[in-house]
Structures are given as C-alpha cells and as structure tokens.
C-alpha cells in the first residue's frame, strides 16, 4: 500500500504558511485562543472549515463527526466528544456563536437509506450514530413526494442541519446563553461542488444564501 510523503506536507506548511502566520500563532500561544465560534462540520475530507471561511489560527474552534450531527444531551458519565466540545467552546472559551455545517452529497445522509445489516460488528458505532439523522430521514420522505434521489438527498442533509440546531438547545447552557441573546445559532449547507454556502432562515423556515443574511 503507498504512503504518503507527509513530511513533505510538513515542511512545506513550516516554510510557507507557518511563516506567514508566526506573528498570529506566537500571539494566541502567548495570550491563549479566544475563537469566534464553534463549527461543528461533518468528517468529510471535502469540507474544510476554515478554507469555505476564509479563516485562519484561533478564528474557529471546530468539532467534526460523521454526519454532523449534535446528540441531544446527556449527562451520564459516559464519554461524549461531541458533548466535550461543544460544553468546552460554550462555558470555557465563551465562543458567541455556533455554526452547524451539513453539506452535498453527504456519505452520512446517504447511508441513512442504505440497508446495514451484515454490518452489526464492523460498523457498529456508525450505525448507532446515523439514528441522529433519522428524524431529518423521516421528514425529508414526508416532504419530497415526487422528487428524485437527488432532492431527497438534499432534503435530508437540510432538514438534518435542523434537527442538530435543535438538539443543541438540549444543553441548558446552551438554551440559557441563547435566551439571554449571548450565544448566536447558525445552520449552513455548503455546497462542495461550487463553494456556495446556504443559511437556514428560521422565519421564513427555508436555506437561503449567506449573502442575503448577513447584507443587514
Ligand atoms: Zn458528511
């Protein structure tokens, strides 16, 4: 099997980007980060948080899982790393803002159709996670009666980003900063095939460009 040269990779980004941003990286060690938000993304190696924000050190502070997706909360003594991050961004680091970001053509979305049996073993925690994108499952056949796969797949990665912002305000320290209008929720569709990003407008209930959000 071929493995990469990634000491290659290393000393490219030493040479190049760490240069470029020394002066920022010897600052947020010196004073400690304070992102601006939190961006909880899928794993997907074609969703790059701080390249579709054009985002740099200390800018995000980020938490990526299959499907990002956000388990409702749970205070047992179990291990949660989503958990972990987000309670970790929220009370400690204070970030003002969370972004939830589902994209196209989403492996998680899509094994949400997919039969999994023969799988009970070597995908037994991926199969247990995907029930967090059921109810987006569910609601996406309900509304997209006539239309092909690929609306359906779109419906579903949308209507799933929903449903973790939803999830998110299971955590009382999460409801409780939102309330007091401390903390900002956001739900964004990137696109991997153009580079666009949507954003869910829950007034008028539907993903619309980022562009008309944020021109106030
Ligand atoms: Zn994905």
């Not at 949400?112 to 247990?128: C, F, N, P, Q, R």
């Not at 499952?137 to 449903?163: H, M, R, W, Y």
């Not at 153009?194 to 829950?202: K, L, N, Q, R, T």
């Amino acid at each position: 099997m071929k493995r990469e040269n990634w000491q290659k990779g290393v000393e490219a980004f030493r040479s190049v980007h760490f240069k470029k941003h020394e002066k920022d990286f010897l600052e947020l060690v010196e004073k400690g980060q304070n992102p601006k938000a939190l961006f909880i993304g899928c794993s997907d190696s074609r969703v790059l948080p701080n390249l579709i924000t054009s985002t740099g050190p200390g800018d995000l502070f980020i938490v990526r899982n299959v499907g990002n997706m956000v388990p409702p909360y749970k205070p047992d003594n179990d291990f949660h790393a989503t958990a972990a991050g987000i309670e970790y961004a929220v009370n400690h680091l204070k970030v003002g803002e969370i972004i939830v970001c589902g994209h196209s053509d989403c492996g998680a979305c899509k094994a949400l159709y997919e039969d999994h049996s023969g799988h009970e073993e070597d995908m037994i925690h991926t199969v247990k996670w995907l029930e967090l994108g059921m109810p987006a499952k569910e609601l996406a056949l309900k509304s997209v009666i006539d239309g092909d796969s690929a609306e359906l797949q779109e419906a579903t990665e949308k209507f799933s980003v929903i449903f973790q912002l939803k999830n998110l305000l299971t955590y009382p320290y999460v409801k409780k900063r939102v309330d007091a209008g401390e903390l900002f929720l956001h739900g964004w569709y990137y696109r991997i095939d153009s580079g666009e990003v949507e954003c869910y407008d829950p007034v008028e209930e539907k993903f619309v460009s980022l562009k008309e959000v944020t021109k106030e």
